[in-house]
Structures are given as C-alpha cells and as structure tokens.
C-alpha cells in the first residue's frame, strides 16, 4: 500500500468518525415522557366525586419556550345534568420541579359537543408555554384540575401523589444550571410572556447545544486528523529514497 493510499484512508476514517459522533450528539432526547394515573379527587356542588385517569404530557420547541400539552385519557367527575356544547370550560395547572419550580397554569376549549348527564366529563386538550429560567431536567407534574360549567366550579386535586408525566431538559437564560428560584414565565394557550423582574428571554435550546457540540467534536477529530497526515508526510520525506 503506497502513503499516498494510506494517506486518503486514515482522513476518510477519521471524517467518517467525526460525523457519526455529531449526529449522536445532536440525537440525543432531550424529552421523556410517562403516562402517569391520577386519582382526581373533586369537589362538586352536589357533593365529593372522584375519578382516575391517566394523564399524558408532550412538549413542542415553541420561540423560546415550550409548548406543554396535557391530555386526559379519560373522563373525570360528572354532572347532574346535560352540559350543553361549550357549557364547560377546563384549565389545570402543572406543577414544575426539577431545575425549576412554581407552576404553569394550562387552558383548554370549551367541550365540542353536550356531555349527557351522569357520565364522566371528557376534558379537551390542556396547553400552555413555558418559558425556562434555570438550566437543567424541568419535570411537570398533574396539578389542580378546574372545571367551570353552568355558574359553577369543580375543583379537582390529585390524592395519589403522581408522578411526573413528562421530564425536559432545558437551557434558561445565561445557561447556568440552577435549582432555585421562580418558575419562567408560564401564560395558557399559546400567548407568551417575560418572566417577572427578568426581560430577558433565553435564546438557545438543547439543540443548539447539541448541534455545538457535535460540531466542536468534529473540529478536534478533524484537528487530529491533519496532525496524522503531517507527520506521515514528514515521515515519507525524510525516508532514505
């Protein structure tokens, strides 16, 4: 094998190395989510009510934050009467921890179609954008489930102490890891907005900082690399012709 061939082989390998151990980095999860059951535990104008459902968590890169979204798998408490289409208004709220703490509060549409009485209230999609502040694994955690319907208002509190449904790993602003202090700023829907005393919103995300590292990963592989061919070519001249 002539250097010249050696020469071309080694720097293929290499490159090929360095762009396997990018895309590695950059497909890292930054998300993991669990379906959590949770034993609501409501009260009602015509008495305490309770309900299990498993409730799921997903979250979308949105700007600067995330948009968190709840789902119901199933129907919780009940009403006495037929709740009419958009009679019943739902919100929550999640409870945050991790690198971060405090709340994000989500909301939903009205229901789309009657809820028949006596039967378990199925409650829409819940979203709301958060915003982080702290660097770090963020888990959100089922909180108070408000249900709002003809004049009246439903509480219903989480009695089994559940898990988190969903884990994220996030960059705040300035990028410093931290446990402590408020919660970014949290709005329901889709509406953002600063968080209190910091006007600042981050302007990085995991995969920024994985699209970073993979690309510092390829330049120290590369790097070497160039030093292999140098001293190979060092070597071939100075050998005895």
Known sequence: MSYRTYQKRTAACALSAALAGSAVL?????AEATVQDVNYQCKTPIGNKSAVSPIDMKSVKSGSGYKITMTF?????????????????PSAVIKLGGADSGSLPVSGPPNSAAIPANTPI??????????????????FTA???????LGTTTTCTPGNSPKPSLELTVQG????????????????????????????????????????????GG??????????????????EGAPR
């Not at 950059?26 to 930054?30: E, K």
């Open 26 to 30: 950059m497909a890292a999860p930054a």
């Open 73 to 89: 798998q199933k129907g919780v408490s009940s009403s006495p009467v037929e709740l009419g289409k958009g009679a019943m208004k």
């Open 122 to 139: 199925k409650i829409s999609d819940l979203s709301g954008t958060y915003t982080p502040k702290s660097s770090g694994k963020v888990t």
């Open 143 to 149: 909180g108070v489930l408000t249900i709002e319907a």
């Open 173 to 216: 602003a300035g990028g410093a890891a931290s446990g402590s202090g408020d919660s970014g700023s949290t709005t329901a829907g889709d509406s953002q907005s600063s968080a209190s005393g910091d006007s600042q919103l981050p302007q990085t995300g995991p995969e920024d900082s994985a699209i970073a590292l993979g690309t510092l």
């Open 219 to 236: 330049t120290v592989l590369l790097a070497g690399v160039a030093g292999t061919l140098w001293l190979t070519r060092r070597r071939q």
